[in-house]
Each structure stands twice: as structure tokens, then as C-alpha cells.
């Protein structure tokens, strides 16, 4: 099992920091990182893979700065950046066989490892079509079956999900529950639901600062009174839209139905309602009364 650990990384680009002085410890496990676009999660990403360098700060692996591990943290890493690139005129096999040239695979090694996964993400029946031809869904299945491909003990994903249908999603969803047993996973989304089920551990960033670090129902927990139902009429809306938080809102014949965020009731009638991990991920990352820090 290996340990990464960053303490107080800070990466500036110009005046802009986009991230500040970011400290965790990773080991063995799935990993939500959550936030908005513009968040940090990607630079974060991108320092860990060492394709960045802390402005300050130091990124250790095992004890020793990836800085001074060259080959052999590469050897440990599986990366899928959000736009990974590709060139058109090769098949999903032929893609898979460069990459694995890449990453220093034998021949033999390689071509049993390639006709696993692109079976394990479903393109085995397409791999000798051009990847030209695909959908973004399908670019992001290769990708996903590229990460994977060196075994990595370390795996890094960045927007995973992003092209995928819902049913593509759900099979992404069940590939890294089982990965994360005997390996570190870092998943990167804004999309809450991608990563509910599946993350032992969720991190929540905003304006490139770690704000939240619990586990999903220790998240909820913490939000449970601040969240509410009320049914009003379609002439309130409009209202309390712009006074509240409001997470989701349904038409209920002549009435609609609205979910606030509030840690307060928001109105008379209102009544409190168990309280979702986007209802949580809304309340720490949208509210200004919101906690600055809730890490564990």
C-alpha cells in the first residue's frame, strides 16, 4: 500500500492561486474530489501526476518527493486527463498498443492486457474501427481502458463520467468500486452522483481551497436540519428563488414543490427532510453562511 502525501501545496499561475495550500494524505481507497468548474481539482490532478510543480510545497510518495522518483512513480500512476489526446486515423487497438509502447510494456504483456479492458469498458467490438468515428462517450471508454492499462497502483481521473450516458456511467461506477480495494483512486467530477456510492473518502474543493473532508453520511450528517420541503404557489417562486437555496423544484398539479437549502425554515409549513450528498455538495460550496471548514 502506498501513501501520497501533500502538504501545503500552493500553485499560483501569474497572481491567480489556484490552489492554496492543499495538505492531504492518500493511501488505499476511492477518492471523491468535488467542486466546481474552476475549482482546483485539475491542477491538483496535474500536480500529483507531476505534470505541474508546486509553486511551494512538497508532494511525497512513500516518504520521497515524486520530483526525485522519475520512472519508478510513473511505473506506480494510471492517468486520464480530461481531454486526453489521440490521433485520428488510429483504431481503439492501435491506440491502445502506442500507449502501451509508451508506458514500457512487452508485446506480449500488452496485447492479453488490451483485449481485457477494452472488453472490461465494451469496445472490444469496435477496435478496429477508427477513433475518428467515435462518439465522446466512446473517446472517454478508450481513455478509461488507457489509465488501466500498467496495472496502476495509483490511478488518477479527472471528469471520467464526462460523455457518458447514464447506463455507460453506471458501468463506470462498479469498474472503480472494484479497483479501489487494493489501490488508491482519485476521481475528479462535479456531478455528485458519479461519485455517491462509490467514494470511501469525498473532498470537496472551492476557489482552489480543500473546504471538506468526510466521509458521504458524515456529509449529510452535517446538513441534516438544513434542508427543507415546502409546497407554494407558482406566485411565491420567484421569491424565495432568490432568498434561498433552492436544489430542486417540481410541479405538484396547481403547486409546486421546492427543496431549500436554509439553515433556517424557510418559510411557515416548511417542513425538514433527510438531506442528499448534492444537497451537502450545494450547502458548502454555494451558501455564504456555509461553513469555511468542516475537515475531519
Avoid at 105 to 132: F, P, T, Y
Avoid at 157 to 182: C, H, Q, W, Y
Avoid at 269 to 293: C, F, N, R, W
Wanted: proline fraction near 3%.
Amino acid at each position: 500500500m502506498h501513501e501520497l502525501i501533500l502538504e501545503n501545496v500552493l500553485q499560483k499561475y501569474k497572481e491567480t492561486e489556484a490552489v492554496k495550500k492543499f495538505s492531504y494524505t492518500f493511501s488505499n481507497g476511492v477518492y471523491g474530489l468535488l467542486g466546481e468548474n474552476g475549482a482546483g481539482k485539475t491542477t491538483i490532478m496535474r500536480l500529483i501526476c507531476g505534470i505541474l510543480k508546486p509553486t511551494t510545497g512538497m508532494i511525497t510518495c512513500d516518504g520521497i518527493p515524486v520530483t526525485e522518483m522519475g520512472a519508478e512513480y510513473r511505473r506506480l500512476l494510471g492517468y486520464l486527463p480530461q481531454d486526453f489526446g489521440y490521433y485520428d486515423n488510429f483504431t481503439a487497438l492501435r491506440f491502445m498498443k502506442y500507449m502501451a509502447a509508451l508506458k514500457g510494456m512487452s508485446k506480449e504483456c500488452a496485447n492479453v492486457r488490451i483485449e481485457e479492458l477494452l472488453d472490461l469498458v465494451g469496445m472490444a467490438s469496435v477496435k478496429n474501427k477508427k477513433m475518428k468515428t467515435f462518439s465522446g462517450g466512446m473517446l472517454r471508454r478508450v481513455g478509461i481502458a488507457q489509465a488501466l492499462l500498467n496495472e496502476p497502483e495509483i490511478l488518477i481521473l479527472d471528469e471520467p463520467t464526462a460523455g457518458l450516458d447514464p447506463k455507460e456511467r453506471v458501468r463506470f461506477r462498479n469498474i472503480i468500486s472494484s479497483l479501489g480495494k487494493n489501490r488508491m483512486v482519485l476521481l475528479s467530477t462535479h456531478i455528485v452522483s458519479d461519485i455517491e456510492y462509490i467514494a470511501d473518502t469525498i473532498l470537496i474543493m472551492k476557489n482552489g481551497e480543500l473546504i471538506v473532508d468526510k466521509t458521504e453520511r458524515q456529509i449529510t450528517e452535517n446538513v441534516k436540519d438544513h434542508v427543507w420541503k415546502c409546497i407554494v404557489s407558482e406566485y411565491n417562486v420567484k421569491k424565495l428563488n432568490e432568498e434561498y437555496m433552492v436544489s430542486n423544484l417540481r410541479n405538484c398539479g396547481e403547486n409546486i414543490e421546492l427543496r431549500i437549502i436554509s439553515e433556517n425554515q424557510p418559510m411557515e409549513g416548511a417542513i425538514p427532510v433527510e438531506a442528499t450528498l448534492e444537497d451537502a455538495y450545494l450547502y458548502y460550496t454555494q451558501m455564504s453562511g456555509g461553513p469555511k471548514h468542516v475537515l475531519v
